[in-house]
T-cell receptor
Framework: GAVVSQHPSRVICKSGTSVKIECRSLDFQATTMFWYRQFPKQSLMLMATSNEGSKATYEQGVEKDKFLINHASLTLSTLTVTSAHPEDSSFYICSAGLPHLNEQFFGPGTRLTVL | SQELEQSPQSLIVQEGKNLTINCTSS?????LYWYKQKYGEGLIFLMM?????EEKSHEKITAKLDEKKQQSSLHITASQPSHAGIYLCGAGSAGGTSYGKLTFGQGTILTVHP
């Protein structure tokens, strides 16, 4: 199946710094990618839809100035957590799909720890 | 908004036993995805169901979507320790620009004892 990668897999940062997470579709082009967040022992919550060449669409309650999304190419979307705080510590996962196959593929996730 | 309820929340079985995980929606499902996740890792796509009454199988895992498209079940036959993990059902949107946007159930933690 199609492969979605994320980088980094783990990141530890100090409170107040910004962290960028990359999501790449390795063998297919994705005009739309999705960013999810998962807290320990909880399910995935959709944060935003990343649209290539246009602004991201954020879910209710997600601060767009806090979580900056850029989808500069058909194979890359980035999520930047700005001025990170300990409560932003979480597991962030991206996904991209193949509409003609009705399949959604997820990246391996990025574990962010803010000290 | 659509809500998905999974049951049971956790399941412990002996190797070789069959098991079923259920996923119930408050609204009609336009696409129901099943994924498996190891803790701290990404999601592995298992199956996607779209039509009422549809049933798909892969190796020892069978997923069904009921005729009313509001409930799905995932059945594992002769479970193995390799089946252990978190099983998540996810519901897609009606299509168009919302394609791929998934709402997930809370997950079912499966433990298989050898």
């Amino acid at each position: 199946g199609a492969v979605v990668s994320q980088h980094p897999s783990r990141v530890i940062c100090k409170s107040g710094t910004s962290v960028k997470i990359e999501c790449r579709s390795l063998d297919f082009q994705a005009t739309t990618m999705f960013w999810y967040r998962q807290f320990p022992k909880q399910s995935l919550m959709l944060m935003a839809t990343s649209n290539e060449g246009s602004k991201a669409t954020y879910e209710q309650g997600v601060e767009k100035d806090k979580f900056l999304i850029n989808h500069a190419s058909l194979t890359l979307s980035t999520l930047t957590v700005t001025s990170a705080h300990p409560e932003d510590s979480s597991f962030y996962i991206c996904s991209a799909g193949l509409p003609h196959l009705n399949e959604q593929f997820f990246g391996p996730g990025t574990r962010l720890t803010v000290l | 908004s659509q809500e998905l309820e999974q049951s049971p929340q956790s399941l412990i079985v002996q190797e070789g036993k069959n098991l079923t995980i259920n996923c119930t929606s408050s609204k009609t499902l336009y696409g129901l995805y099943w994924y498996k996740q190891k803790y701290g890792e990404g999601l592995i796509f298992l199956m996607m169901l779209q039509k009422g009454g549809e049933e798909k199988s892969h190796e020892k895992i069978t997923a069904k979507l009921d005729e009313k498209k509001q409930q799905s079940s995932l059945h594992i036959t002769a479970s193995q320790p390799s089946h252990a993990g978190i099983y998540l059902c996810g519901a897609g949107s009606a299509g168009g620009t919302s394609y791929g946007k998934l709402t997930f159930g809370q997950g079912t933690i499966l433990t298989v004892h050898p």
